[in-house]
């Protein structure tokens, strides 16, 4: 049995603020508390983030910090996902979240809501659907526990004390073990001393307390390996001790946009048919045209499924606009460009990251499809993370988002049930290849 455990919110996002508190913080520490009660009782567990921000994930938008935290749950193969929140907007109780009734979900939230009500001794707000999208794009049972308001001094009170959010984390915990049949056993050497809290420190500045000193440490760490800050160190709270400093000194590796690619049609097809498995067969596209231009067509895969949403295209562009990177839409209502053919706006796509990367130009016979092409800067973009607050604005960890899903499209094992047509498909790819000169 495995859970995934999700801390609501995070980073530039902190949830609910009221009464001197952040959601974000609450979140993460009743969740910190809850991982090591349900390992006692034989749970696996993983968490969606461990500091402020999702596992994976470090950009400014609210729907990829999201789509980290269900593909980090997809990836586990969880049997169980358990995102806690606090709420707020001037009420008091509990209540828990599903995507819909009837399933395995409301299940789980029957057994969770008693004891969470009984903890707190807050009203029982019941059990709510609502379309949310940790709710909606995992595919194993999904649960969102909203515990008290924190606008309401009475329910902030509570959850200001460390012991309550422990008791808060057992609720859970019971719960958790009641759906999976499991007789829940107490485990009195995994409860944190509230008396021994572990402040991280950024640049001089406390952002937080946790009361975990490894999960202090990892914050830290995480901070300064993505830039966040320059310098961050964990102090012990009884004593005013610093036990751990950490000094950013590394050397950043960029991913060039130009290049051989070495991910597989293959691979780019099943990573996007698990979102979307209505999705139009256009990856041969990215690899004809890729090639021709020399761009590594595989990143281009992963931009074109952060842009489109899978190719579900939920935004402003629309599937019928074959826009496949958001070329001209701009903000505010901008729709963008339109092209004739899927083809054409996968070349559209590519010449873009071309004028960007490079100066040359483009390569005999190729016609100019990308309406925007001249109006780039030619060259002042050669790798994915300095499109940061170019192709998107402001675009904080815009290309380093590209790259985290190119490595998991990457890591793909491929499974073919008619291996006689995945020998075939291979041969005729390499017969191809042969007479392309390569």
Known sequence: MKVCVDPGHGGYDPGAVGNGLKEKDLTLDICFRLKPLLEFNGISVILTR??????????????????????????????????????????????????????????????????????????????????????????????????????????????????FRQALAVAHAKGICDYFGIQYKESTSSLPNPNSMYRVILDGKQIMALSSRDHAITEVKKAIDSGQASKGIVQRTSDGVNIFEYLTNQIVLKTPIMGKETVTIEQCKQYLLKYNPNAPDIIPLYKKNGEMLDIRWGYAVAQMIKETGFLKFNGAVKAEQNNFAGIGATGGGAQGATFSTKEEGVLAHLEHLFAYATADPLPAGVPKVDPRFDLIKRGSCPNWEDLNGHWAVPGKGYGEDVVRIYNLMDKEVVSDNDSEMSILRKVYELISDYYKGK
């Open 50 to 163: 461990e500091g402020d921000h999702a596992v994976g994930h470090l950009e400014n938008d609210l729907n990829g910090e999201l789509r980290a935290r269900v593909e980090r749950a997809e990836s586990a193969k969880a049997d169980l996902f358990v995102s806690v929140h606090i709420n707020a907007g001037g009420g008091t109780g509990v209540e828990v979240l599903i995507i819909g009734l009837g399933g395995k979900a409301e299940i789980a939230a029957k057994k969770v809501l008693p004891f969470l009500v009984q903890t707190g001794g807050w009203t029982n707000r019941g059990i709510k659907t609502q379309n949310i999208m940790v709710l909606r794009e995992t595919s194993m049972p999904a649960i969102l526990t909203e515990n008290g308001f924190i606008d309401k001094t009475a329910d902030a009170e509570k959850l200001r004390e460390p012991n």
